[in-house]
């Protein structure tokens, strides 16, 4: 998976996350599409990608899809940001030696805001 970079018609830099085809991934494209539509700063559209693209790497890795995830996948997506390396089933009781600090992990958590609280609210309601 890889974020990539194209000009629009009007000649603008814009961004897409594609999967290992180089496909671009649906889902993305149409929120990124929409945040483009509401005149959204491309660097601000650049990083909604990169940051759905460790989502859907996270998804990937679990097997699953956007549309099939619980809350406990949610739990462990902010687990899986600090510690990638590392098997998703296992919660490390060590604090130390995280990939990412929590600024990051906040910032990428409020990013992919919009599908996990749609998500989050489907589970809720079940």
Not at 18 to 43: H, M, Q, T
Not at 94 to 113: E, G, L, W
């Amino acid at each position: 998976m890889k974020v990539v970079k194209v000009q629009n018609l009007e000649g603008k830099e814009r961004y897409f996350v594609a999967d290992d085809n180089g496909d671009p991934i649906e889902s993305v494209l149409k929120f990124i599409k929409f945040k483009d539509n509401l005149n959204y700063a491309r660097n601000t559209l650049k990083r909604y990608c990169e940051h759905l693209k460790l989502y859907y790497e996270y998804l990937e890795y679990i097997g699953k899809s956007f549309t099939e995830i619980t809350i406990d996948d949610l739990s462990l997506f902010v687990n899986w940001l600090q510690k990638p390396n590392i098997k998703v089933k296992i919660i490390a009781f060590d604090k130390t030696n995280k990939f990412r600090c929590s600024r990051t992990i906040n910032s990428i958590v409020n990013d992919n805001d919009l599908s996990i609280n749609e998500k989050i609210d489907t589970l809720v309601a079940e």
